[in-house]
């Protein structure tokens, strides 16, 4: 047995390999998704296998044309169409960025804009963490590493040709083809050439402004610095417009300006072997000269900009979970999720052009719809320091902007799906005892504003009831009656969001002394039971959300959800799976299901096979593993004590529906969601965002130790596990015996701590301790009491 001693700084090169876990990420782990609701074209997992940092600005890797929507840049088949520095990761909607391109193109150009510039894959690409490599149709290969803010392109040309080109393509994007009007735009931009006086070399510099993609963003720019190591002829050159191939200029002059035409230009080299160094920054472009020439200085080799890369994900991200675990199997699905689940956000501190700060800031949030749940909760333990300048950057944004984002990236908040979900982020943070540099009170206030205020609408064709950029766009009906209204789109999905969001609020004024804020808003966050309908049943159960209006309850059928879209009563999932999701006050619901069995009985339901015709690719039952409203679910056993049945029902999802292949996600990744739910499942696991609370699962291993900073750590053991005995028969938690079927932040994360887990075969009742809290049931002086306990612990 090989038991990993890490040794920071220990991964020079790839010599230590021992040390280096790197080498279990499966970076090349397109994920194909086997269905997700009827959520429109979306058909991959869309994650993005090219070379980045842990939330690194620049992710460098191919542009992919299939004529269908290459989300992160990459797809398994299509042809080439430039290589790019900016990417996301897993998210769907439709794509965003592929943008600062370099092109390798073999024999002479005539025109730069045509098809031809385009190139079939000789073979499978190859990539590593920290390396990419691509083979192509005309005999070229390409390699590529990058560091935070700038990459690195190795060209080889094929030998005894006659013209050896890269085309830089200014007015390159990643394109969609879904018809919703969601594409992006190039709308202008500069290139100049210049020559390096000592070494007869060319450079270029120049920058891109662009806009739209799946946060209907308005215009952003991007700047950028290429350099090439050896000497080369260029021609600029200028479209007639934005949309044809037609040229308007291609000749030697050495700078352009395009309003909206197409710009871009074209280096030709002598010799087979090419090297580029390019930095990107949201600047200007001496600070994108100035980032790649102190990350990738000249003369560095694309080995050491690797090594390095691959160091920084060993020592910032993989060296934070070890185990003496040997199935390969099970450390690449590890080493794999906690890679795809530190893509995004991104760390911009420094590059953010809208505003002088002395914060840090963070965009590429993607949207804490899908994030809250599993991944935030996560970062919090695994990146202590970074999620705090996340946290202060969150209140930036709102100090500067006017809101807190609920989703963004290029700088531009958009697409808020359901409540303001940050606010349940704030409340798990605070609960938990981040306080560091981070501004409570003006985290508070952009709670109420997010609480009070309705956001100025934008018209977004997905629905045109209020705004889906920022805030809560329902609030007229949520402040007027107390439930929304089908005038508003998502009624009934947003009812019980916008519940559990001033739940948080109250939850933050009361530790920060508000209690009338506090009064206030944890009795708005009872509203979910406005939309409770008692008469609306099927398969047997009674009493689910449903929609209404002011004269009273409308039918529906709590196992349909219409189109289950934007202008829909409910977003991307069942009537029955949001019947669940008032997750602070799980009491009201256990009573409104007739009780503990009944409510048992219901999550059963949830996951018998069969049941529902409309989930084919998970055997039709009611969950759905690849969207993130059922994504808790299957940890509510431990509401009623049947901890057996957390573990029963995860255990199978997980094993199930994940795969560390090409097609081993349930659903898009959603920026790593999907890849931390699973993270939670090895954990042994699963948190409760907004409280401090933990459900328990069963861990994979016979041992995990999580790296929690500050010298503490988490340690897990379990003994008598196997790939079929993994019920837990008993536990001890710090030590001593534990009966309850779930923990707090406070009993093992706060300080560090041990859990030790007896694992068997047979299902066990070993939680006779009392279930975990549901707050909201308690009535308002009750679970003020709780409440301030939690946010005094938070305080030592
Ligand atoms: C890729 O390029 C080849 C060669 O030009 C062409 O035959 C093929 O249709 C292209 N594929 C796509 C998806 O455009
Ligand atoms: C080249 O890529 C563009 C998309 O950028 C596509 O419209 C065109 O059909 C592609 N051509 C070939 C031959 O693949
Ligand atoms: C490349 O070769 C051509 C033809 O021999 C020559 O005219 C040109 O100056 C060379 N260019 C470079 C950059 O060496
Ligand atoms: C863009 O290029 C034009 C023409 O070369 C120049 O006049 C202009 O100042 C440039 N703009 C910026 C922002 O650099
Ligand atoms: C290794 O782990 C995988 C995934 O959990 C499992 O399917 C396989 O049976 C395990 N192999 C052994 C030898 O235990
Ligand atoms: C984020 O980026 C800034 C600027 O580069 C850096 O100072 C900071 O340490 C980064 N944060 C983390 C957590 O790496
Ligand atoms: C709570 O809300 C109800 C209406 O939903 C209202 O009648 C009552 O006065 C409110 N109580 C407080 C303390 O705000
Ligand atoms: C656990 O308790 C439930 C409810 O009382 C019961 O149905 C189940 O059979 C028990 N399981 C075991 C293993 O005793
Ligand atoms: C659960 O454990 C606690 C603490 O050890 C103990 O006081 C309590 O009696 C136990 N409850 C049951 C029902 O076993």
């Not at 901890?643 to 081993?664: C, E, H, M």
Request: hydrophobic content about 35%; charged content about 20%.
């Amino acid at each position: 047995m090989r038991v990993k001693q890490f040794v920071l700084g220990s991964v020079a090169g790839l010599a230590a390999a021992n040390d280096d876990l790197s080498s279990y990420a499966l970076t090349d782990s397109q994920r194909l998704i086997s269905d997700v609701m009827q959520t429109g074209s979306i058909n991959g997992g869309n994650t993005f296998p090219g070379v980045a940092r842990p939330l690194g600005m620049v992710k460098l890797g191919p542009d992919l044309y299939t004529g269908s929507d290459s989300y992160s840049g990459y797809q398994p088949t299509g042809n080439f169409t430039g290589f790019t520095m900016l990417h996301e990761s897993g998210t769907g909607g439709a794509p965003k960025y592929g943008v600062v391109s370099q092109m390798p193109v073999v024999g002479a150009i005539e025109n730069p804009l045509s098809d031809k510039m385009n190139d079939t894959r000789a073979s499978a690409d190859k990539t590593e963490v920290g390396y990419y490599k691509a083979s192509l149709g005309s005999g070229t290969v390409l390699e590529m590493s990058a560091s935070k803010k700038a990459g690195i392109y190795k060209y080889t040309f094929p030998e005894n040709k006659e013209h050896y080109n890269v085309l830089v393509d200014v007015s390159h994007v990643l394109s969609s083809y879904r018809g919703q009007g969601l594409e992006q735009h190039f709308l202008g931009g500069n290139i100049s050439v210049h020559l390096e006086e000592e070494s007869d070399k060319h450079y270029y510099t120049g920058f891109g402004t662009y806009d739209n993609g799946w946060n209907r963003a308005g215009p952003w720019t991007v700047y950028f610095c290429g350099y090439f190591d050896t000497e080369s002829r260029y021609k600029t050159f200028l479209g007639k417009d934005f949309k044809t191939a037609n040229l308007e200029e291609f000749s030697e002059k050495s700078s352009h300006e395009s309003k909206t035409a197409r710009l871009g230009a074209v280096f030709s080299f002598n010799q087979t072997s090419v090297v580029s160094r390019v930095g990107v920054s949201f600047i200007s472009t001496s600070q994108a000269c100035s980032n790649v020439n102190s990350e990738i200085p000249d003369g560095t080799s694309i080995e050491t900009v690797r090594d390095g890369t691959r160091k920084a994900w060993n020592s910032e991200v993989f060296s934070k979970v070890t185990t003496s675990e040997t199935n390969v199997t099970k450390l690449n699905q590890l080493y794999t999720a906690l890679y795809f689940m530190h893509l995004l956000p991104t760390n911009k501190t420094g590059e953010n052009p809208l505003w002088e700060s002395s914060e840090p800031y963070y965009d590429d949030i993607f949207t804490f719809w899908d994030i809250y749940r599993s991944l935030t909760p996560l970062l919090h333990i695994l990146q202590p320091v970074y999620y705090e300048e996340f946290l202060r950057s969150m209140i930036d944004i709102w100090r500067h902007q006017g809101w807190v984002s609920d989703a963004r990236s290029s700088f531009h908040n958009g697409a808020v799906q359901g409540g303001t979900n940050g606010d349940n982020v704030f409340a798990d943070a605070f609960l938990k005892g981040v306080r560091g540099k981070v501004n409570w009170h003006d985290a508070l206030s952009a709670m109420v504003k997010n609480a009070e205020e309705v956001p100025v609408n934008n018209n977004d064709p997905r629905d045109p009831t209020g705004a889906t950029q920022e805030g809560r766009s329902a609030l007229p009906d949520w402040h007027e009656h107390g439930f929304i209204t089908p005038r508003f789109g998502r009624s009934v999905s947003r009812a019980v969001e916008y519940s559990v969001n001033d739940f948080s609020l109250a939850a933050v004024a009361l530790g920060l002394d508000d209690t009338e804020k506090y009064k206030k808003y944890f009795n708005r966050s009872l509203n979910w039971r406005n939309h409770w309908n008692p008469d609306l049943s099927a398969l047997g159960f009674s009493g689910f959300l449903g929609p209404r209006d002011v004269e009273g309850f409308i039918s529906q059928n709590p196992i349909s959800c219409g189109g289950c879209y934007w202008g829909d009563y409910y977003y991307q999932g069942l009537p029955w799976e949001y019947s669940f999701n008032a997750h602070h006050d799980l009491g009201t619901i256990i009573d409104y299901c007739d009780g503990e069995q009944k409510f048992t009985e219901r999550l059963e339901m949830t996951f018998t096979p069969g049941v529902f015709s409309g989930n084919g690719a998970f055997g039709n039952t009611l969950f759905n593993p690849g969207n993130e409203p059922s994504f808790v679910t299957p940890y509510l056993y431990s509401y009623v004590n049947r901890q057996d049945l957390n573990v029963k029902r995860s255990r199978f999802i997980a094993k199930s529906y994940y795969k560390p292949t090409p097609a081993g996600l349930p659903g898009n990744s959603d920026a790593g969601a999907m890849e931390s739910w699973l993270l939670w499942s090895m954990i042994g696991l699963f948190p409760m965002t907004g409280q401090p609370v933990f459900f328990i699962g069963s861990p994979w291993f016979s041992d995990l130790t999580i790296d929690l900073g500050g010298g503490k750590s988490l340690k897990i053991t379990s003994e008598g596990g196997s790939e079929e005995k993994f019920y837990v028969q008993s536990l001890k938690v710090n030590g001593k015996q534990w009966n309850k079927s779930w923990l707090s932040w406070y009993d093992i994360f706060a300080k560090g701590g041990t859990l030790d887990f007896k694992l068997g075969d047979a299902p066990s009742n070993w939680t006779t301790g009392p279930t975990p809290p549901t707050p909201a049931s308690l009535g308002v002086d009750e679970a003020a009491i709780l409440i301030s306990e939690w946010a005094d612990a938070g305080d030592e």
